[in-house]
């Protein structure tokens, strides 16, 4: 190790880790601490990344890029219970410009790869303890922690009160024919807060999943999962095959936890940056790893709290309104019409671009009423203008 390069340890060797150590062994000596081994890491995802141009090597089947998409095919439906052949009450498509189906697993094995190749030290199977974090923060000059929600840094301090689970969300690797599905990944409302998927990684392999945010949830998640393929018309998934977990919500508002020790940072999920209303954090993980590592590159890590809100913002609040249709008025076809009217933009539109959004439901002027009528929108937009639409009492 040079005397004169600052030592940077990244604890968690996910898509913000890897992100994290690409970017950051410009600036330091960076040692990976990752608790699983990436020959048989598990990721709990449905593998979709909007924006491959992120990842810095080629996209190729070997690297996990499996199924080059141009977009999202959108199914609104009234309910779960329907008749099998009714049609959907709208049906849009979202655009990707660079978007994949990838195995994720392999995907971070081989940037771990090709990390070890550039000089980052890769330590799998490191499960770093709360009181092992303390010698690291101790040690080394800088410590970006990228281990997912709950962090690390905020379990190793007992400040983990903030973090709620936004959205339980139950996924499997599925075989059986989905040729109809190819290019043509889907994703299906069907009057719950939260969305069933179908991602399709060959002609013979689809990555199958669904999410429940909010209040209603099923009794029994997994029968809910099976009964979604079957509406599908997609095989069941094995019982072993299945992933369980959480996707998180904060505490990125509030800066002092997104840097709660001086030398430490928080990046992807355990920054809690994954979008709250469609769950997706690939993409948001690794941006936050680029945005650390230009702050500290500048000498400006004190800006990073900062410099995350104002990149996260409009999606924040874009996420509050898209998902208040739902929760605050339960009308399937009220979500249908803003699904239709975003018909054909991108999902970085929909995510990130309030006027772009916004832009569209000005052209319905209907629409545009029916919405503004509605006390709980008005209130979310309000809010949301006024950043509280997480915590009560965090404004910046
Ligand atoms: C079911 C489901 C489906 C999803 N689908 C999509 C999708 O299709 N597209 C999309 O963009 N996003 C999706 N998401 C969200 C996405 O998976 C996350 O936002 C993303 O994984 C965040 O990456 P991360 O690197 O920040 O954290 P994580 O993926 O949670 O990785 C954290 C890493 O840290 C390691 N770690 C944890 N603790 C320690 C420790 N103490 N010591 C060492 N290592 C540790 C873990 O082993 C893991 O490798 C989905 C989420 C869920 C739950």
């Not at 009234?78 to 697993?105: F, K």
């Not at 000498?299 to 913002?313: E, F, H, N």
Request: negative net charge; glycine residues 10%; charged residues 30%.
């Amino acid at each position: 190790m040079s005397d004169s390069r600052p030592t940077v340890a990244v604890l968690g060797g996910a898509v913000a880790g890897l992100a994290a150590a690409e970017h950051l062994r410009r600036f330091g000596d960076v040692t990976l601490f990752e608790r699983q081994s990436y020959d048989d890491k598990r990721v709990n995802c449905g593998e979709a990344v909007n924006d491959a141009g992120l990842v810095p090597f080629p996209k190729t089947p070997d690297n996990g890029f499996l199924t080059r998409v141009d977009g999202f095919d959108l199914r609104v439906h009234p309910s779960t219970d329907r008749d099998p052949g009714a049609a959907p009450l709208a049906s849009p498509r979202l655009g990707v410009e660079r978007g994949y189906i990838t195995d994720r697993d392999v995907l971070e094995r081989r940037w771990a790869d090709r990390l070890r190749d550039r000089g980052v030290e890769v330590r799998e199977g490191a499960n770093v303890t709360p009181s092992r974090y303390r010698e690291v923060v101790a040690e080394f000059d800088r410590v970006v922690d990228a281990t997912g929600q709950p962090a690390l840094s905020l379990k190793a301090r007992g400040e983990t009160d903030r973090y709620a689970g936004d959205m339980v969300a139950l996924n499997a690797d599925v075989t059986g024919d989905f040729s109809d599905y190819r290019r043509h990944p889907r994703i299906v409302f069907e009057g719950y807060v939260g969305y069933g998927w179908v991602f399709p990684k060959s002609d013979g392999r689809a990555n199958v999943g669904v999410g429940w945010a909010g209040d209603e949830r099923p009794d029994n998640y997994r029968a809910a999962l099976d009964a979604f393929c079957d509406r599908a018309g997609v095989p069941r998934p094995d019982g072993g095959a299945v992933n369980a977990y959480t996707i998180p919500r904060g505490p990125s508002l509030a800066p002092e936890l997104v840097r709660p020790e001086p030398n430490v940072y928080l990046v992807g999920d355990a920054a809690g940056i994954a979008n709250r209303y469609q769950g997706e954090g690939i993409c948001q993980a690794i941006r936050s790893a680029w945005l650390l590592a230009d702050c500290l590159a500048d000498g400006r890590g004190d800006d990073y709290p900062d410099r995350l809100y104002d990149a996260m913002k409009d999606e924040y609040r874009l996420a509050t309104l898209m998902r208040g249709v739902w929760e605050e008025t339960e009308d399937p076809r009220l979500l249908a019409a803003v699904a239709a009217a975003v018909d054909g933009l991108t999902v970085d539109d929909v995510t990130r671009h309030p006027r772009r959004v916004y832009a569209r439901l000005a052209a319905r002027p209907r629409l545009l009423s029916r919405l503004a009528r509605v006390p709980g929108l008005r209130r979310r937009l309000v809010d949301g203008y006024r950043d509280r639409w997480e915590y009560d009492g965090v404004t910046h």
